[in-house]
């Protein structure tokens, strides 16, 4: 009898032409200039030979959930910081980070009725594009600040100066990362039997308070209600499924964990589960393009007001030549006021081209703006109604919004502006510790998913 090579339907990378190297011929934008190429080869190679943070069997579950998304099945929750620091990898940061997407999952589990797949900005999200190679300050040019896995946030050459040795500090600090959130996940942390243990101080600001508490009641309701029926403790509640993602910008790290593994056919990246190439970054002739589409992880792409119905096309099909569902997640990013313009004739060239994608909304980066001292901001308003239009617009072309992604602390900083508690420009200068872009707090957090949530229940 004939065994089916479960490959035979993808075209081999061999005939394709790729290695996890290949993007190195490639113009490639957004990587340090390492100055000590010896440096670089002893650190990456350093790194090839350390054991993988995620697993191939985890790569592809999280794909086979994608599928679901895709059909309409599932819903999918991105969140974390917009750039982890080396700093902040304590413990009470990692623990609240999950803790709000545990609780934002939970909530818009209510709104959909479908089950939520979590995925973390973290574990990897180190490396950052940026507009500029250089900073000048008072005359003084110095590479600018990539990053901590690239150089430091300092202003003198030693801190900018791009160190290989980075790579390594920033491997062991996802390895870090992920063994405590597995292990908190693993012990029970997720204790969602309790919703009424939110701190929910915030609502008393909100006109929506009782809304909110009836949301909240209702939400202890249901999981009381199931494992009575189910005769048990609900499983999905206390144990549940979390995944990792990064933006894939900094190709030297993303190659060395490049591998093949035992009985399957490809190469996985095995840094993360779900890699995203960004926005500046996406074009069709560059390295990143080349390195993403030679691997078998799912592959998130960012989407803003730039790219042309063609281009994305063409981008998909580079990614994903055989149409695989789950393998492509377009991350959209346009603005409050540029969505409605762009985004439905992207959905249309893809409903035409019958390329299966998941839709995800990233209601933030469209959304920064500079406010008076200097602070780089987002107004709570705005990317709510994002959100909202995204919504409106995929009902509208006949597509499925399938996931939101956003920027967020479990911390109480203040880097965006309104809310239940109406935070003003005045207040970001209190506690703004953002190293890149504004976040969500963690009760604008979760005051968002309770708007999308609500929101859900009426598509
Ligand atoms: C980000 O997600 O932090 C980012 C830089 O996004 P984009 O590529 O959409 O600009
Ligand atoms: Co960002």
Not at 241 to 248: A, L, N, Q, R, V
Not at 354 to 382: A, I
Not at 432 to 440: E, I, K, S
Request: proline share 5%; net charge negative.
């Amino acid at each position: 009898m004939s065994t089916l090579d479960p490959s035979s339907s993808t075209p081999s990378l061999e005939s394709k032409n790729w290695a996890p190297d290949s993007w190195q011929q490639k113009p490639t934008l957004q990587q340090p200039n390492y100055d000590d190429p010896q440096a670089l080869a002893i650190a990456t190679r350093t790194l090839a030979e350390l054991p993988p943070l995620v697993t191939s069997w985890e790569v592809e579950k999280l794909k086979s959930h994608l599928a679901e998304v895709a059909e309409g099945q599932r819903f999918l929750l991105q969140g974390g910081d917009c750039s982890e620091s080396f700093a902040d990898c304590r413990s009470e940061l990692i623990a609240g980070k999950l803790k709000i997407l545990l609780q934002m999952s939970l909530v818009l589990i209510h709104g959909c009725k479908k089950p939520v797949i979590r995925v973390g900005r973290f574990a990897g999200q180190y490396a950052k594009p940026r507009s500029n190679d250089m900073e000048t300050r008072d005359g003084l040019s110095l590479p600018s600040y990539r990053g901590d896995i690239v150089n430091s946030n300092g202003f003198t050459e030693a801190d900018r100066r791009p160190n290989p040795e980075l790579l390594l500090r920033g491997y062991e600090r996802a390895a870090m990362t992920l063994n405590f959130i597995r292990s908190l996940i693993d012990g029970g942390f997720a204790d969602l039997h309790h919703p009424e243990y939110w701190d929910l101080a915030f609502m008393r600001h909100s006109e929506k308070q009782a809304e909110y508490e009836r949301l909240v009641e209702s939400i202890g309701e249901s999981i009381r209600f199931l494992e009575v029926v189910s005769g048990g403790h609900l499983g999905e509640v206390d144990r549940v499924e979390f995944y990792t993602s990064h933006e894939g910008l900094l190709l030297q790290y993303e190659q060395a964990q490049t591998r093949r593994v035992p009985r399957r056919t490809g190469w996985y990246n095995l840094t993360t589960h779900l890699p995203w190439i960004g926005d500046r970054t996406r074009n069709l002739d560059g390295g990143h393009i080349e390195y993403f589409r030679g691997i078998e992880n799912p592959v998130g792409v960012k989407v803003g007001p730039k790219i042309t119905p063609s281009e994305l096309v063409q981008l998909i099909e580079t990614l994903n030549p055989t149409n695989s569902p789950g393998k492509i997640v377009l991350i959209h990013r346009f603005g409050t006021r540029k969505i409605v313009e762009h985004l439905p004739a992207l959905i249309e060239a893809v409903e035409r081209g019958r390329l299966s994608v998941v839709w995800c909304c990233d209601p933030m980066h469209g959304n920064t703006e500079v406010v008076d001292g200097g602070y780089k901001t987002r107004q709570f308003r705005n990317i709510l109604s994002e959100l909202e239009q995204a919504f409106d617009v995929h009902r509208q072309c006949g597509s499925y919004l399938g996931g939101v992604h956003f920027e967020l602390t479990g911390e109480d900083v203040t880097e965006c502006t309104g809310g239940a508690r109406n935070l003003s420009p005045a207040d970001l200068g209190r506690a703004y510790r953002t190293q890149v872009d504004p976040r969500l707090n963690c009760e604008q957090a979760l005051e968002m998913a309770m708007l999308v949530a609500q929101r859900m229940r009426t598509v």
